[in-house]
């Protein structure tokens, strides 16, 4: 399905690594101009070599003033994808401060901040756009020691409803509308992210069976449902969060 995607322009955040890399890949490859964040230098410098038309910029996001100087002048983005985030796996009874703020800091906070940033672009431009959202299953259903990490999720969903719903009614009164869409995926074995969760071969084991589709999701598998939801394909959605889950939801 061709998504009509080329000529436009994206900022991926996360993009150094995993979901996010593979999203910036993707989004060259149908001939988006990409602008890849990220808060590691030689990450981006790996990505340039294999992207040669994409924008690196390197920031660290759980840095207000940073996030501002830095990306303020970015330019024009079209599509957004906020995908930067820590995990930092800790029991409950012994999370930490800085585990907390660095969580939310990372994970929410600045998806707030760097939403707010492009969508004000896009109507102070008037063009349509299309935000989307990196959650996890973990905001519908948690595992022990990610309390925080599932918090942040949960948040999220929230705050992509309440997105879409206040940037939406720009359609009419600006000639354009903005989506804002999260997706959802289970694990993804590939990424560094969830590799410590399932470094233990039974809990792997546990986890998967209860896949109804006995699998985990596969990093193209995330990568389509994001292009999708970044495509006028998806047009009449927002504020939805869509699965990538294997069907782990519904067991």
């Not at 990450?43 to 924008?55: A, G, H, I, T």
Request: with cysteine; glycine share 8%; charged share 20%.
């Amino acid at each position: 399905m061709e998504l009509g995607l080329s000529g436009r322009r994206a900022l991926v955040t996360g993009a150094g690594k995993g979901i996010g890399r593979s999203t910036v890949q993707a989004l060259h490859a149908a001939g988006v101009e990409v602008v890849a964040v990220s808060r590691t230098q030689d990450d981006l410098d790996s990505l340039v070599r294999e992207c040669p038309r994409v924008k690196p910029v390197c920031v660290d996001l759980g840095d207000w003033e940073a996030t501002e100087q830095t990306l303020g002048g970015v330019g024009p983005v079209d599509l957004l994808v906020n995908n930067a985030a820590v995990a930092l796996p800790q029991p409950f009874l012994e999370v930490t401060k800085e585990a907390f703020d660095r969580s939310f800091s990372v994970n929410l906070r600045s998806v707030f901040q760097v939403s707010r940033m492009v969508a004000l672009g896009m109507i102070e431009r008037r063009v349509p756009g299309s935000i989307v959202n990196i959650s996890s299953i973990t905001a519908y259903v948690t595992f022990p020691n990610v309390a925080v990490y599932s918090s942040t999720k949960g948040a999220m969903t929230m705050l992509t409803k309440t997105m879409a719903l206040e940037l939406g009614p720009h359609k009419v009164k600006m000639g354009c509308w903005i989506r804002v869409n999260s997706v959802n995926p289970t694990f993804v074995l590939s990424t560094a992210m969830s590799k410590p969760s399932l470094s233990n071969p039974e809990f792997l084991r546990k986890i998967k069976e209860r896949h109804p589709m006995k699998r985990f999701a596969e990093m193209e598998d995330v990568v389509n449902s994001i292009l999708f939801l970044l495509s006028d394909r998806s047009a009449s959605t927002s504020g939805s969060s869509l699965l990538v889950d294997a069907g782990y939801l519904t067991s």
